[in-house]
C-alpha cells in the first residue's frame, strides 16, 4: 500500500492507523503547491488533489480520511479501531468521525483559508470553533477516548486535527482534557512515529 500525505496536514490519521493495524505501507508525499510527488502528477492519482489518498496493492485509490479510516478498521485491524458493523458502538464512532470531519476539520479549514481575511478568521474561531473545543473537552473530561477507555481510528482523527490551532494562533491551554488527551495520544507508539516519519517537531 501506498499513503500520500502531506506534513502536517490530515494524512496524519491515516497513518496513525495504519500502524495500529500493524500494516506495512509507503509514504509519498505530496508537494501542496505543485501538486506533484516524486512519481509526476498527484492528479493521476486522484483528481480531486487533496491528501490523504491510499493506493491500495491492487491498483485502487480510496480517498476522504474519514472513508481511508473506516476502510483500515474494517480490513486490517479484527475490529481493534472501531466497534463491529452494526452495533450502536459503531454509530457512535461513526457519530463522531463525522463531527470531527465536519464541524471540526472543515471549520479549522477556515483558518488556514487564504480567502478570508485575518479579523473573520478571529470572530470564526471566537464564534464558531471555541464552541467546538468546548464541547470535545466536556467529553473527554470523562472520557479517556471518544469511545470511552477505547482507542478508536476516529482518536486518531481527533488528534490530527487538534495539532493545528496552534500553528494559527488558537489557544487551547485552557481546555485542560484536550490537552490530557492529546499527551496521552503521544504516548502511543504509532502517534510518536508517524509524527517522526512526517519530521514534524515535538508539539
Known amino acids: 500500500m501506498k499513503l500520500y500525505f502531506a ?10 492507523a495504519l500502524r495500529e493495524a500493524g500494516q506495512d505501507f509507503d509514504l509519498v508525499e505530496v508537494d501542496f503547491k505543485t501538486k506533484r510527488t516524486v512519481e509526476g502528477s498527484y492528479f493521476d492519482v486522484t483528481p480531486k488533489g ?11 485509490i480510496i480517498t476522504e480520511g474519514a472513508v481511508i479510516l473506516q476502510w483500515i ?9 472501531l466497534p463491529a458493523a452494526g452495533t450502536a458502538e459503531r454509530y457512535r464512532a461513526l457519530e463522531w468521525l463525522n463531527y470531527v470531519a465536519t464541524d ?10 487564504p480567502f478570508v481575511d485575518k479579523a473573520s478568521k478571529v470572530d470564526f474561531a ?19 477516548y471518544l469511545l470511552g477507555d477505547r482507542f478508536s481510528v476516529a482518536d486518531g482523527y481527533l488528534y490530527n486535527v ?8 488558537i489557544d487551547l491551554s485552557r481546555y485542560a482534557a484536550i ?23 515535538p508539539r
Open 7 to 16: 506534513a502536517g496536514s490530515c494524512g496524519l490519521a491515516s497513518q496513525i
Open 50 to 60: 487533496f491528501v490523504p489518498a491510499l493506493k491500495l496493492d491492487n491498483g485502487e
Open 104 to 113: 471540526l476539520h472543515k471549520g479549522m479549514a477556515v483558518m488556514f483559508s
Open 73 to 81: 478498521a474494517d480490513t486490517h485491524s479484527a475490529g481493534r479501531l
Open 179 to 201: 490537552e490530557q488527551f492529546m499527551l496521552r495520544m503521544e504516548q502511543r507508539p504509532s502517534v510518536r512515529a508517524s509524527r517522526e516519519a512526517e519530521g514534524l517537531a
Open 126 to 144: 471566537n464564534g464558531n470553533l471555541a464552541e467546538r473545543f468546548a464541547y470535545i473537552d466536556s467529553h473527554l473530561a470523562k472520557n479517556e
Open 162 to 169: 487538534l495539532c493545528w490551532p496552534p500553528r494559527v494562533g
